[in-house]
RNA sequence: GGGCAGUUACCAGAGUGGCCAAAUGGGGCAGACUGUAAAUCUGCUAGCUUACGCUUACGGUGGUUCGAAUCCAUCACUGCCCA
């Protein structure tokens, strides 16, 4: 993986660059769609290309661990052959289940102890074993084993958490780098920051994070309880330490102003299941705010779901359609509503980037932020 | 013409003397959702009220009773069966 900074906004932390992998390059900053089981929930792998423009994709070790199961997945010759995305896909390493599935697991030294939502299986997940997932789901991209810590936790058990986090990362990494990619393309390992909402754990644990010397560093634990604000501090304190030259991940953000807030603050990769999730549950994120297609008000609205949207939905069909799908639970709505928000979180992305190379980043992004924050 | 069963909130439907403004579904109206256990979850759904509470309500009318959606009479309507 390369990557190459591009241009950096003269007034703020904003950067615009290219990154290289076998499958393709990526333009930053990006929004990445999450395709947890291999698929992104709801859009055809074309519409992913074609109509939304996504350049990279996610997946989940965990989930695609438990089902289809590695050998599956090895036999198909990776993930990339298997579901037929040939650009670049990055995989979370289940660090995010440690938070989400907690009620699902136990956390040890050597790993997280995880009963399957599926069927109550236990499996164990150490940093070493979702490295070896990671090569056989052969994702460009990949995660270290961490934990997400809840934004709520309290300092010391932040601390701990921490401290746990770069034990494993160490592991991790010592088990990456005496391993080999199986498919003859190349695999990055990106190692991740946490700390919860206190300034000076997300400080130490930067500056561990950027001592590694990786070609990405990730930012977690965050948009995970903690207050909006907290979050944006966060960055910006990790940020000043994480080095300028790589590419920067904030993991599972969020919301188009959160977005645009973390470009701000030198953030160049999100990822974030709202797009997909809330679409499916009948909210639309466009440039003039949101919408909840399933209100009344949309009944008798014929005119286009988002006369500005760059999407073959956006203007094919009418609000007052859309409403009637999400209210007659035809699979319909929520792939019109995916291919939507997905495509306008790809457009939301790349003007991001066309204003950074045009200089004027900083006065387009606060007249963006109170746009995408309405709602209508 | 005769017999039987029924009529409950937007719909379906439970409730057969007080714990009933009335179970449960559905529909409707809102809200939530951030590295996906989510095509999920939550709230509201007679009127007024922030709430307490008050008012009007279980086909119509009239009774019995301290008290009726529930019991009685009668009228109307609906369904099924027999001629």
């Known amino acids: 993986m390369n990557f190459q900074l591009?241009?950096?906004?003269?007034?703020?932390?904003?950067?615009a660059g290219v990154i290289t992998t076998d499958h393709g390059t990526i333009e930053t900053p990006i929004f990445m769609p999450v395709g947890t089981a291999g698929s992104v929930k709801a859009v055809h792998q074309r519409e992913l290309k074609e109509?939304?423009?996504?350049?990279i994709i996610l997946g989940n070790t965990y989930h695609l661990y438990l089902r289809p199961g590695l050998d599956i997945i090895e036999r198909a010759g990776g993930l990339h052959k298997f579901n037929g995305w040939d650009r670049p896909i990055l995989t979370d390493s289940g660090g995010y289940q440690v938070f989400s599935l907690s009620d699902?697991?136990?956390?040890?030294?050597?790993?997280?102890?995880?009963?399957s939502h599926i069927d109550g299986s236990k499996h164990l997940f150490t940093p070493e074993n979702v490295v070896d997932i990671q090569r056989i789901i052969g994702a460009d991209i990949i995660m270290a084993f961490d934990e997400c810590t809840p934004g709520t936790a309290d300092y010391d058990y932040a601390k701990q958490s921490m401290e746990l986090t770069h034990r494993?990362?160490?592991?991790?990494l010592a088990h990456f780098d005496e391993t080999e990619p199986k498919y003859g393309y190349s695999q990055t390992y990106f190692p991740i920051v946490q700390g919860c909402v206190y300034p000076d754990l997300r400080k130490q644990s930067a500056e561990f994070i950027a001592s590694q010397n990786r070609e990405g560093n990730a930012i977690g634990g965050l948009a995970v309880g903690e207050p909006t604000d907290k979050m944006y501090e966060m960055i910006e304190v990790v940020n000043e330490i994480l080095p300028k030259d790589r590419p920067r991940y904030l993991m599972g953000v969020g919301t188009p102003a959160n977005i645009l807030e973390g470009i701000e603050r030198g953030v160049d990769m999100f990822d974030c299941v709202m797009p997909t999730r809330n679409g499916r549950n009948g909210m639309l994120f466009t440039n003039q705010g949101i919408m909840n297609m399933k209100n009344e008000k949309w009944k008798d609205d014929f005119s286009p779901i988002d006369s500005a949207g760059t999407s073959y939905v956006d203007s094919f069909y009418s609000k007052a359609y859309l409403r009637h799908l999400f209210h007659s639970q035809e699979f319909l709505a929520m792939q019109i509503a995916s291919i939507h928000n997905l495509a306008f979180y790809l457009w939301l992305a790349g003007e991001a980037r066309k204003h950074i190379i045009a200089g004027d980043f900083s006065s387009w992004k606060p007249q963006m932020v109170r746009q995408v924050s309405q709602r209508l």
């Open 51 to 55: 109509d939304i423009k996504a350049q």
């Open 104 to 115: 699902n697991r136990k956390l040890k030294e050597d790993g997280a102890h995880f009963r």
């Open 168 to 172: 494993w990362l160490a592991r991790g």
């Open 6 to 15: 591009q241009h950096t906004d003269p007034k703020s932390n904003a950067r």
